[in-house]
């Protein structure tokens, strides 16, 4: 058992300290308005250059793995392995964001006669979406789980959550989709792995008393 606790406590700091931390360096190395863009235009090689595509996908690609190692134990430390709804949306969530790493944003207009830059446009804009909303899904899905045995870890996460939901739903209202948007629910996301590995962690006893 010490080792899951371990394990989410260190996934959970690398993958808070990580994106964040990866997305501020790169602003200040681009000149990008996060006001009207949004953050996958650093993916752009014709903005950028290929050496910011690069970072983009391995960005990603390790923040699925992440993501997806999180949960994996978070769902053996609390005794989620037989909850088929949870484990299908990490599923999901992972391979959404996995997918999404190596679809690049591109600019081009949509045209049957450029097809192929096209579809590229659709498919990262339709796995952006995906992932937008299984994430929060994902999570939700996790605090329900553990409601009825962990209730204080369980509203204290939904009410994070909320809160999270309801910020990002007035910025979208407000101004659309940007980089100060995403920077939010980042950062929205971050606060929750740190209150669930931080409680995880702390809380043996009171998941004890609930497994009796």
């Not at 949960?71 to 391979?95: E, S």
């Not at 997918?99 to 192929?116: G, K």
């Not at 369980?154 to 910025?171: Q, S």
Request: aromatic share 12%; glycine share 6%.
């Amino acid at each position: 058992m010490n080792w899951i606790k371990f394990g989410i406590l260190l996934i959970g700091y690398i993958t808070v300290g990580l994106l964040p931390d990866a997305v501020k360096k790169s602003l200040q190395h681009v000149d990008i308005n996060i006001s009207e863009q949004t953050l996958s235009f650093l993916s752009n090689k014709s903005l950028y250059g290929k050496e910011f595509e690069r970072g983009y996908t391995l960005l990603l690609f390790t923040m699925a793995i992440l993501l997806y190692a999180f949960f994996w134990l978070l769902t053996k430390y609390y005794n989620l392995g037989k909850h088929a709804r949870l484990m299908r949306i990490i599923t999901y969530t992972f391979a959404s964001l996995a997918l999404l790493a190596f679809v690049p944003h591109n600019i081009q207009p949509y045209s049957w006669h450029n097809l192929a830059p096209s579809l590229q446009r659709f498919l990262h804009n339709v796995l952006a979406v995906v992932v937008f909303l299984s994430v929060p899904t994902l999570i939700m899905t996790f605090q329900v789980a553990i409601l009825k045995r962990l209730p204080l870890i369980g509203i204290t996460g939904i009410c994070i959550l909320g809160l999270v939901i309801l910020i990002m739903a007035y910025l979208l209202l407000s101004n659309g989709l940007n980089g100060i948007a995403e920077i939010f629910f980042i950062d929205g996301i971050s606060v929750w792995i740190i209150f669930v590995s931080v409680t995880t962690v702390l809380g043996r006893q009171q998941l004890e008393k609930a497994r009796r």
